[in-house]
């Protein structure tokens, strides 16, 4: 920050409401969430090597570095990350963002996102960044899809190219949390379906989601890459997880 910034900011500070608890707070990195709800996100540090969900006692398999899910079965993407648990100031946050047509959240949830993309992917060759697509009928519903907000957000912090009309969703599917694992997959196969034109032969894509509960969306969608598109390795990042 500049000199003459900072005497501004003196006599003008900038005050940014918080999203989460409505409170004013002088600006700092993160637009509209205040530091004190940044700081109450819980942030997974001991996460499963596959799918990067939090390893939580239970939910430990016999090798200590994954989850039990994990331990037993083979996944189309590459590996997955997330940044927080779904719970607490983050699920608010994301409830805002898809039915109350919050769209400014794009912003701190994005440059959240391009931190941790940072983090957990810097070192990866990744060419394109693909949303996880909304059919067109929820489309037209909520007027727009998050998770390509987030994408234009996390491509504007990073440099990274998004491709938004590659992938579609071609079956609305029902929301899908109240269902078993198997009942998941069954639902989901064959939602997703590539557009032809474009080549990822060889590509090494991060795919982008808002929230993975049991990792079968986004498994389901870097099948359809590998598969369909051809596609190099499938990199999974998304805001939030399931435990
Ligand atoms: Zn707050
Ligand atoms: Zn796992």
């Known amino acids: 920050m500049s000199f ?53 006692g239970k939910n430990l398999g016999e090798d200590k570095n994954y989850c039990e899910r994990c331990s037993k079965q ?16 983050i699920r608010t946050l994301l409830i805002k963002f898809k039915y109350y047509q919050e769209t400014s959240l794009s912003k701190p949830l994005g440059q959240l996102l391009a931190m941790y993309y940072q983090y957990y992917y810097g070192k990866e060759k990744i060419d394109y960044l693909i949303p996880i697509p909304l059919h067109k009928k929820r489309f037209t519903e909520r007027g727009y899809n998050q998770v390509e907000l987030l994408a234009d957000e996390l491509a504007y912090e990073t440099g990274l190219s998004v491709l938004k009309n590659v992938m579609l969703r071609k079956i609305a599917t029902k929301p899908l949390y109240s269902l078993s694992a198997i009942e998941r997959s ?23 989601d ?24 499938v990199y999974v990042l998304t805001l939030a997880s399931g435990q």
């Open 74 to 89: 083979d996944l189309s993407f590459d590996y997955a990350r997330s940044i927080t648990l779904y719970k607490g100031v």
């Open 210 to 233: 808002d929230i993975m509960t049991t990792g079968t969306t986004v498994n389901e969608a870097a099948r359809v890459l590998k598969n369909e598109g051809d596609s190099g390795p």
């Open 186 to 208: 069954e639902v989901i196969r064959g939602c997703f379906t590539l557009d032809t034109n474009t080549k990822l032969s060889s590509k090494g894509i991060l795919l982008l």
């Open 4 to 56: 003459w910034q900072r005497v501004l900011d003196l006599i003008f500070p900038v005050e940014e409401r918080c999203f989460n608890c409505g409170s004013y707070y002088k600006s700092s990195e993160l637009k509209g969430i205040c530091p004190d709800c940044l700081a109450g996100m819980s942030f997974i540090e001991n996460y499963c090597q596959y799918c990067g969900r939090a390893l939580i």
